[in-house]
């Protein structure tokens, strides 16, 4: 599906005044949030609480304003991501721990599937004959020895997880805000 660009510009075009400055200042923050985790990335364990909480929060107003079909399991979502989020901001840092340390586990599960995975393609692509085979398998072998290791050692590959997690968020607000800008200026200009 071919974008109309005229529909994209259009749409920055049709930022009034408020709304740019508006637009300016989200994006901004996000620079500073950006730069904040990069240099900071266990931050990110704070940001991801808030992200929760605010979910839920939502959630659960969105619930009680429905005057219509309400969905009980949106409630329930709600509640858990307000209890778990409120856990991760207020909780002690045993708590924290532990929840970020629930989240690498789930993800050590993951790799350790992901590596079984390129082990049975490898083995797949040694059947068919296809060259290169052995580096499927031994990267599939690397790959367990990696979920291995997080369940192994579940703080370290925590802290891990965090700091990368940080980085990269923070990295990826900084392009979003600056780009958010130059929209936002370039709107203005047109």
């Known amino acids: 599906m071919k974008m ?6 259009g749409s920055v075009k ?3 005044g408020g709304m740019r400055v508006l637009a300016v200042i989200i994006c901004l923050l996000m620079i500073g949030a950006g730069l904040f985790l990069f240099f900071v990335p266990a931050s990110v ?16 107003v969105s619930y009680a304003a429905s005057k219509g079909a309400r969905r009980g399991w949106d409630l329930i979502s709600g509640v858990v991501d307000l209890l778990f989020g409120a856990l991760m901001i207020f909780g002690t840092v045993e708590m924290k721990v532990a929840g970020v340390v629930a ?20 083995f797949g692509f040694k059947k068919a004959g ?10 599939g072998v690397l790959v367990i020895l990696a979920g291995v290791a997080f369940l192994m050692w579940p703080l ?23 780009t958010g800008l130059v929209s936002a200026f370039s709107s203005a200009r047109t």
């Open 14 to 16: 049709e930022l009034s």
């Open 103 to 122: 989240i690498e586990i789930f993800v050590a599960v993951w790799v350790l599937f992901t590596g079984f995975t390129q082990v049975f393609s490898g």
């Open 4 to 9: 109309n660009t005229k529909e994209v510009s």
């Open 156 to 178: 370290i590959g925590a802290a891990i997880l965090v700091g990368f997690a940080g980085i990269f968020a923070g990295i990826s607000f900084v392009i979003m805000g600056v």
């Open 130 to 139: 296809a060259k290169g085979w052995g580096w499927t398998l031994a990267g």
């Open 45 to 60: 364990v704070w940001l991801f609480a808030y992200v929760i909480f605010a979910r839920g929060l939502s959630l659960v």
